[in-house]
């Protein structure tokens, strides 16, 4: 490991007890330090989604007092309860969810797929195919909104699911996220699974797709975070309320020029709403980044 | 043999021995060649795995982009979304009146400074935020990072009305506690010199998860037997981080620092929610400024033009990119 | 291994799937009569996209067999949808339009227009209907309105020594220097310094002088000796250290009302709701009052219409519809409702109108109003609008310069 030989020698090998309890000492206040930079910057970090989920409890006098009222004088479900009475939010939240949950596994799927063939196979066309990935993430793609919306509606998709997944199913974000992270996978694992008679799809399903979970369960969560608060393509291609999801139903109303901040008790009690599954698979899949899968096949 | 036209792009460098080091394990595809010339080519594999994404793309992306690239040549207006017909084109005249165009100028010069203070900050911070949570801590390890990640998915709306706060001139944050000290603030949103910065500390802020996110699953991808390696050779901290954690996770930062770019290149969100590009333009991005011509004004081929003068930007940017972060590995 | 041979197969014919799944739309062009059996489609925005399925069931008593559909769209987005359902040829059969995006819509030749012998402009406020029509044809029905008015804090008029509403520019300017100077708020008056929609608190000046964005022939006219006077007064405002001249997208007149930082603006019927809810401590102690007059008292009218488009299939019953929604009953209903000002005159005759005082200068304000000209770059239009009160505000702009240069900018938008 010739970075690692490069770092210069340690000065008390020889270790007697007292330096071993010295250096744990340091370690202790070394975690106090960091502890306390986390915390700090957690508060900063926290501040924003804090106000956000305590003014959806807020009364509408809280939330046009000023200066302004972090913590509830009086906390209240009345925004819940409006929100209830105007929107379906179960059928929104169903049809947020099944939107998402399609994207994200037509982009897992899709996305490792050439992932990896752009990171460990040879073959004629690979260099136009990974250029045509760059390109397509830097197309700004809000312009091509009314191209791809008569695109869609030559093709009768509108007011269909298909219209919010298909054009989401396979995104250049992904290919690249996939190929940079399936090319530190170590060739030897693969090139010994060829010998063994491995067929490609057998090494990318069975040797490399478990090695980069860590890769999955990010670009899972980058995807299900982007469709879930995909909005203006969502808007434009659904009509039939029934097909709203829930970023589109609740910005019907909560969106009026001519509403007071009061009407905001509503709009973050639904920002919240929209958050809080977000948080939730960020929750679940985030243990992913701790297990080192890694290094299992490193021998 | 045809192996040798169809390499990757950041494989420019041809003829390497077959060597394996460590090092050039974690630096992504180059230096292979060896090896895969003995398993030869995979053309029909590569072509199946790639299959799938490009009939998805080719079917949904490929005739937009092409629509509006040639959308550029021509003077696309508002008459023309219902009777594309009578469009006609112009030729390159809407190329030479961006370059004339005083307020294109002064949109580039905004996103530049945008981006070239906003994305050292946002990647640093984000790798800070990720080893620090990645390694150091063992108690409460997700919820500083779901702490830390909810910027990112918190609604613009509620981003923006607690900045507003934060910087409000009258009863904001800053200007509270700098009252308490005596000082006076000045008012950020509405200064043409300190409008861009507040946005760049907004958009850090807001986007340190990102990076953050991918660097903790570029940790993983550093065996630990090679951190421990490292320890047991009496390496601090700070050592370690430079000479182990860094140059090994050059792909995820390659990554991060293009999709980042990117990104920012196009940023749109911060200013269009916090100033609406005011005051006297100085917060007016290229993306915004695109919006505006194309949404408000609908000059679809005006702003088309911009959309790829833009993409021709963001290209060369990341292809300097892929080459610079590179080039350090060897 | 030929499991996961299958599972590639599968996965490589599922985007060719996806396509075979399409299927088209029929295109017939047949007209279906308003008494047949028929789905009418219908876009509404905001609060009115919530309710009017409500006046939907009504209207359903009335023609049992159209079924109406309501699809309800936000306004920051009705604008794009609108733009891209005309692209695409799928257009509803009736939908509400703002007063400030009929211009476009005419110019993108979708809008039907009405039929005048079913539709008369006499029922109608003039600027209401005149924000409708170009070139002598009539796009749209007017739904509802609003108009801007004068709100103003009287508990610190009181403190400030007024005794009456400001009648006047003069009077204006002297309550807003005596709430400074006497009752010791922040402001005098909140007027926007710039940013998107300024121009709406402009317009009240320049029509009060006397002025117009565009004359007849729909040439802009904001050089005028009218003009530059609205845009001074306005100025002053800025300049004398009376209104904020910071701009903050999104900032709400309310708070500041409510803390008496700023104790008047200009705004419109909306806010009696607004202020009334979110600050009932406030009760008794504000008041809407006509705008003070320069040579006279004129404000401009807002609102929504109703139009249907030609590629409609259901304009008889689209008709029926939108007769319905602006008889005078059912403009009273609806104001109940969702406390919209009835579009039709007539309506405000109805004792749920004429007994609310708080209306009064509403109605006032708006039989004199002048109506935001159907322009086909009315966006652009509006722009510059606002980047001359920015420049004025902010950038210390002078004000004569300003209108010239208002005036350049604005000539080729109204060509």
């Not at chain 2, 570029?218 to 981080?241: H, M, N, T, Y």
Request: charged share 15%.
């Amino acid at each position: 490991m010739s970075t690692a030989e490069s770092t210069r020698p340690a000065t008390g090998r020889a270790g007697s007890q007292s330096t071993r309890e010295a250096a744990r000492r340091r370690e202790r206040s070394h975690k106090t330090l960091i502890y306390t930079l986390l915390s700090i910057g957690l508060l900063v970090m926290l501040a924003p989604f804090g106000w956000m989920a305590l003014s959806a409890f807020k009364t509408t006098e809280d939330l046009t007092a000023s200066p302004p009222v972090w913590i509830p004088t009086e906390w209240t479900l009345q925004h819940f309860r409006d929100l209830l009475n105007v929107l379906d939010v179960p059928l929104h939240f169903l049809n947020s969810t099944f939107v998402a949950v399609c994207v994200t596994a037509g982009n897992l799927l899709f996305c490792s797929m050439l992932g990896y063939a752009l990171a460990k196979l040879n073959f004629f066309g690979k260099r136009p195919i990974f250029g045509l990935v760059l390109g397509a993430l830097m197309v700004p793609m809000n312009l091509m909104l009314i191209p791809k919306f008569v695109l869609m509606s030559q093709f009768g998709l509108l007011d269909s699911y298909a219209a919010l997944i298909l054009p989401f199913a396979a995104g250049a974000f992904g290919v690249f996220l996939m190929r940079q992270f399936i090319s530190s996978v170590p060739d030897e694992l693969l090139d010994a699974a060829r010998v063994d008679g491995a067929n490609e799809w057998f090494i990318y399903w069975r040797i490399v797709l478990p090695l980069v979970k860590p890769a999955m369960a990010t670009l899972a969560i980058f995807t299900f975070m982007g469709s879930w608060n995909n909005f203006l393509w969502p808007l434009i291609v659904t009509n039939d309320p029934d097909k709203y999801t829930l970023p589109v139903a609740l910005a019907t109303f909560a969106i009026d020029p001519t509403k007071s901040e009061g009407s905001n008790g509503m709009l973050m009690a639904g920002a919240f709403l929209v958050v809080l599954p977000i948080l939730l698979v960020f929750i679940v899949l985030q243990r992913y980044f701790t297990q080192g899968i890694a290094t299992a096949g490193l021998k | 043999m045809a192996r040798t036209t169809s390499v990757s792009p950041d494989d420019a460098s041809s003829g390497q021995p077959p060597e394996i080091d460590d090092a050039a394990t974690a630096t992504g595809p180059p230096r292979r060649r060896g090896r895969r010339a003995r398993l030869g080519t995979q053309h029909l594999a590569g072509w199946l795995f790639s299959t799938p994404f490009l009939a998805l793309f080719g079917t949904f992306m490929a005739f937009p982009i092409v629509a509006s690239l040639v959308m550029s040549f021509t003077d696309f207006g508002l008459r023309n979304v219902t009777d594309p017909l009578s469009t006609e084109f112009v030729g390159l005249e809407n190329y030479t009146e961006l370059f004339g165009d005083e307020t294109f100028r002064r949109a580039l010069f905004n996103t530049a400074y945008f981006v070239v203070v906003g994305v050292p900050l946002t990647i640093g911070l984000g790798l800070v935020a990720a080893v620090l949570l990645n390694s150091s801590i063992d108690r409460f390890r997700t919820f500083f990072r779901v702490g830390f990640y909810t910027p990112v998915v918190t609604s613009i709306v509620a981003v923006a009305v607690v900045w507003r706060f934060v910087l409000d001139p009258g009863d904001g944050l800053i200007s509270g506690v700098a009252a308490e000290f005596g000082w006076t603030t000045p008012d950020f949103l509405s200064s043409s010199t300190l409008a861009m910065p507040s946005l760049i500390a907004m958009a850090v802020w807001r986007n340190l998860g990102f990076p953050m996110v991918l660097f903790l699953a570029g940790l993983q991808s550093i065996p630990s037997e090679v951190r421990e390696a490292s320890r047991i050779d009496g390496a601090g901290a700070v050592q370690e981080f430079r000479k182990i954690t860094v140059p090994l996770l050059r792909p995820t930062m390659l990554y991060v620092a293009v999709i980042t770019t990117i990104g920012y290149l196009n940023v749109f969100e911060e200013p269009f929610v916090m100033t609406g590009g005011g005051p006297a333009d100085s917060t007016l991005t290229t993306s915004l400024y695109m919006y505006r011509e194309g949404f408000d004004f609908f000059h679809m081929g005006y702003a088309s033009a911009m959309a790829y003068t833009l993409f021709v930007i963001v290209l060369a940017i990341t292809l300097l990119q892929l080459r610079f972060l590179r080039d350090k590995t060897t | 291994m030929s499991g996961s041979a299958r599972t590639f197969a599968i996965v490589c014919a599922l985007p060719a799937l996806a396509l075979v799944l399409t299927a088209c739309g029929s295109d017939s062009s047949d007209e279906v009569a308003a008494d047949d059996e028929q789905t009418l489609t219908v876009w509404a925005m905001g609060e009115e996209g919530q309710r009017l399925q409500e006046v939907a069931d009504e209207f359903n008593e009335e023609f049992p067999n159209v079924t109406i559909d309501v699809t309800p769209v936000g306004w920051d987005q009705a604008h794009q949808k609108l733009v891209a359902a005309a692209a695409g040829g799928e257009l509803p059969d009736v939908a509400q339009m703002g007063s400030t995006m009929m211009g476009e819509f005419i110019e993108l030749d979708v809008l039907e227009p009405i039929d005048t012998s079913t539709f008369s402009q006499d029922d109608f406020f003039p600027a209401a209907w005149e924000n409708n029509v170009v070139d002598d044809e009539v796009y749209a029905v007017p739904w509802y309105v609003d108009t801007r008015v004068l709100y103003y804090r009287t508990d610190l008029a009181d403190e400030a020594g007024a005794t009456h509403p400001p009648a006047t520019w003069d009077e204006l300017k002297e309550l807003a220097v005596a709430y400074q100077e006497q009752a010791g708020t922040q402001y005098g008056i909140s007027l926007p310094a710039g940013g998107e929609g300024a121009w709406q608190s402009l317009l009240p000046f320049l029509y009060s002088a006397g002025g117009s964005l565009v004359d007849d022939d729909g040439n802009a006219t904001l050089d005028t000796p009218e003009a530059t006077k609205a845009l001074e007064e306005y100025a002053s405002y800025f300049d004398e250290g009376l209104s904020n001249t910071s701009v903050q997208p999104g900032q709400t007149v309310e708070q500041d009302f409510g803390s008496g930082d700023a104790p008047m603006f200009i705004s419109g019927p909306w806010m009696v709701n607004n202020i009334s809810e979110a600050l009932p401590e406030l009760d008794g102690k504000w008041a809407a009052v006509p705008l003070p007059a320069d040579e006279a008292s004129v404000s401009w009218v807002g609102g929504a219409s109703l139009v249907t488009f030609t590629d409609s299939q259901h304009k008889a019953a689209a008709q029926e519809f939108i007769s319905f929604l602006t008889s005078p009953e059912k403009q009273a209903d609806w104001y109940e409702v969702s406390r919209s000002l009835p579009a039709n005159m007539a309506a405000w005759d109805d004792p749920r109108l004429a007994e609310d005082p708080q209306l009064n200068a509403f109605e006032e304000q708006l039989s004199t109003a002048g109506d935001v000209p159907a322009m086909s770059q009315w966006n652009e239009f509006a722009h510059e609008l606002d980047v001359a009160i920015e420049q004025m505000a902010n950038g210390g702009a002078d004000p004569t310069t300003t209108a010239s240069e208002l005036q350049a900018a604005a000539e080729p938008l109204t060509e």
